[in-house]
């Protein structure tokens, strides 16, 4: 990969080189972090899991259902503009405040009284859970070290398992009492105040530390909100460009098994193969459970064969599982597919978000991950629900509507193959050598490894 050098600029301040923190307050790092994966895993499993309950509340045909998850979807790529706030306050102040304001809007949405309310709280809620989650993984790859890191980031998206039980559990007693799918987001509030309270002890990042005393030392104001807009969009003019376009791209291309999985194997399961609820919650535990298990497979391959192997051996297992998911009509096939799908899925998606905090310098880091994961990477999954629901008829069923979506990740392993270089054992410093500061003007462009 042909690295950019930094701007002699004067107004570049040095950064001193980067202390690793102690084990002791890693793990305690972790542990406050971990809740953002927990709450992501708790309600993306509501809607994994309640989307026939929901549908049926409101009345909802298939392309109803698949506008809604459109929108509500729409509210995790908005998380954008909360996310470049960690790179001109800090990572602390703003995952402190995403978790109080997503606490607020879950209450929202289980309080409201039609589709359209449903729709506007719930895209409001991912906005700040997007932005939360978005924040954690920034936080783990500046503060953990290179050799663990991989592992690191691993390991945050296997606690999602917590989440998901937890939502399965309540959805097979809240489904058939008088709560229903509102109990559901109900039972999260308590959690969410408890871990707004222990978030206090958060520490800033050693790297943002170091970067705000560059600035400091050097007399750089920090630059003002609409500043930060602007420059939010540098990476697509700058040396950075090739590197956003192509990790969006990869993210595009899991999306098309994400959105789809996500949206529509428990309306598939019950309505089209009548599943009863327990059957579904029991599916998801298991699938999110090998989830769990390819998140540390992920993780351990990265650190040891490197991230473009692994990268591309889930992304071919996640789109052959997802075919054989949604074009099987017996139960063990079905619930194979599922699981196989959801195991291959989150450990391509482990995967990529290493590769995605990696590949930026600090200054541009939050900003960055936030753009190709979160906004133009977000593309493709939050296209595919409305696609397939308008699809379902014309195509004869949910099925075959979603199946054609499987051959998404074979973009992926393309652009893997070919542009993405190696970063496994590598420092941030040496993947992004302009991390001192702003990047240079010239744009260097992604070669391959």
């Not at 809740?35 to 409101?58: K, N, Q, V």
């Not at 996310?83 to 929202?108: E, H, M, N, Q, W």
């Not at 709280?121 to 920034?138: D, H, K, P, R």
């Not at 310098?361 to 493709?380: D, E, K, M, N």
Request: aromatic share 12%.
């Amino acid at each position: 990969m042909q690295a950019a050098h930094p701007n002699s600029s004067s107004e570049q301040p040095k950064l001193a080189p980067w202390i690793p923190r102690p084990r002791r307050y890693l793990a305690a790092l972790f542990a406050m972090l971990m809740s953002a994966t927990i709450f992501e895993g708790y309600d993306i499993t509501i809607f994994h899991l309640a989307t026939p309950e929901i549908a049926r509340t409101f009345h909802m045909a298939d392309p109803a259902i698949g506008l809604m998850a459109t929108i509500v979807r729409f509210g995790g790529m908005l998380s954008f503009f909360v996310v470049i706030l960690a790179d001109r306050y800090g990572r602390k102040p703003i995952i402190s405040t995403t978790v109080v304001c997503y606490t607020l809007f879950t209450l929202f949405t289980a309080l409201s009284t039609g589709v359209k309310s449903f729709t506007i709280f719930q895209s409001t809620a991912q906005i700040f859970l997007a932005a939360e989650f978005g924040v954690a993984v920034t936080m783990i790859s500046e503060e953990f070290p290179d050799a663990t890191r991989g592992r690191a980031i691993a390991a945050l998206h296997m606690v999602a398992f917590l989440g998901v039980t937890a939502a399965a559990l309540s959805y097979a007693i809240m489904a058939e009492s008088r709560w229903g799918w509102r109990g559901m987001y109900l039972l999260g509030i308590a959690p969410l105040v408890m871990v707004a309270f222990l978030r206090r002890r958060l520490r800033e990042t050693a790297r943002f530390s170091a970067l705000e005393r560059a600035r400091a030392a050097a007399s750089l104001p920090r630059p003002g909100f609409w500043t930060s807009i602007r420059n939010s969009l540098a990476p697509f003019a700058g040396p950075y460009r090739s590197r956003l376009l192509v990790m969006a791209g990869l993210w595009n291309s899991i999306g098309l098994i994400g959105g789809p999985t996500v949206t529509y194997f428990s309306l598939y399961a019950r309505r089209d193969h009548h599943w009863k609820s327990h059957q579904v919650a029991a599916a998801i535990i298991l699938a999110y459970a090998m989830g769990t298990v390819g998140s540390l497979l992920s993780g351990f391959l990265m650190d040891r064969l490197g991230r473009k192997f692994t990268t591309s051996f889930f992304y071919l297992m996640s789109g052959a599982a997802m075919y054989v998911l949604f074009t099987s009509d017996r139960y063990g096939a079905i619930l194979a597919g599922e699981v196989v799908t959801m195991f291959a899925y989150q450990a391509a998606r482990t995967a990529t978000s290493a590769l995605s905090t990696e590949l930026f310098p600090t200054s541009i880091r939050a900003t960055g991950y936030s753009l190709c994961v979160q906004v133009i990477g977000q593309i493709c999954w939050m296209l595919s629900p409305v696609v397939i629901g308008l699809l379902s008829g014309p195509l004869g069923g949910l099925g075959n509507a979603a199946s054609f979506f499987a051959a998404g990740p074979l973009l992926g392993v393309a652009i893997v193959l070919w542009f993405v270089p190696e970063t496994r054992g590598k420092t941030l410093e040496e993947l992004s050598p302009s991390a001192a500061e702003t990047p240079p003007a010239k744009s260097a462009p992604i070669a391959p490894a």
